[in-house]
């Protein structure tokens, strides 16, 4: 079955410090993924997508996730938190014959400590 | 600007009544989808429709109904079969093409009176 996992609900991390939100696939096929951004009460914005090529993706705010096929992972990364990137955080796989239909984990909420 | 337009941004239902959200974009884009999202439970797929007269029931259709007969608007009707309507419902929309990203709009958060 198609799935996506975020095993973390839950993350606080100090501002100024690396952040890695993890993101577990199942998907038959080569998979597009996305990582999306939300802050209360409004819409998901996009953060960066994947469908082929370099397996290091770059994003908007200076995310980046990478691809791992052999672990069925595509872990978001931030080299150093901003207090405004308190958010929740979600992961998901597009399905389907051209991967337009999405399939999201249950997100993480990220807390940020001054 | 181009965007997807959700409103209105709150919205109050009665017992037994029907509620409309309306969902308008104009990005030009084919598809269009409805989500409803309820916490520590993520987005769950409502309806969605990859063409003008066209649609399919998703993860979770019972209770609610769609219609798509412009392609930029594509309305969500909560009935009064769908006993737990107290969510925030997002519309998104992608063009066609591998991979499209889908954009959302900034929801509607429905209560119950």
């Known amino acids: 079955a198609q799935s996506v996992t975020q095993p973390d609900i839950h993350i606080t991390v100090s501002e100024g410090a690396s952040l890695e939100l993890r993101c577990n696939y199942s998907?038959?096929?080569?998979?597009?993924l996305f990582w999306y951004v939300q802050s209360p009460g409004q819409g998901l914005q996009l953060l960066l997508k994947y469908f082929s090529g370099d397996t290091l993706v770059q994003g908007i705010k200076g995310f980046e996730a990478e691809f791992k096929r052999s672990q069925s992972s595509f872990n978001l990364r931030k080299p150093s938190v901003h207090w405004s990137d308190a958010a929740e955080y979600f992961c998901?796989?597009?399905?389907?014959?051209?991967?337009?239909?999405?399939?999201f984990g249950q997100g993480t909420e990220l807390s940020v400590k001054p | 600007d181009g965007g997807i337009t959700q409103s209105p941004k709150y919205l109050f239902r009665k017992e037994g009544q029907n509620v409309t959200l309306s969902c308008e974009q104009n990005l030009n884009h084919d598809a269009m989808y409805w989500y409803r999202q309820d916490p520590g439970q993520g987005l769950r797929l409502i309806y969605y429709s990859q063409i003008v007269n066209d649609f399919q029931k998703g993860d979770i259709a019972e209770g609610y109904s769609v219609s798509r007969e412009k392609k930029e608007s594509f309305p969500l009707t909560v009935t009064s079969a769908q006993k737990n309507p107290t969510a925030f419902y997002l519309c998104?929309?992608?063009?066609?093409?591998?991979?499209?990203?889908?954009?959302f709009g900034d929801g509607t958060r429905l209560s119950i009176l």
């Open positions: 998104a929309s992608h063009r066609t093409g591998l991979g499209q990203p889908q954009h």
């Open positions: 998907y038959g096929a080569t998979p597009y």
């Open positions: 998901a796989v597009g399905v389907g014959n051209q991967g337009g239909k999405l399939i």
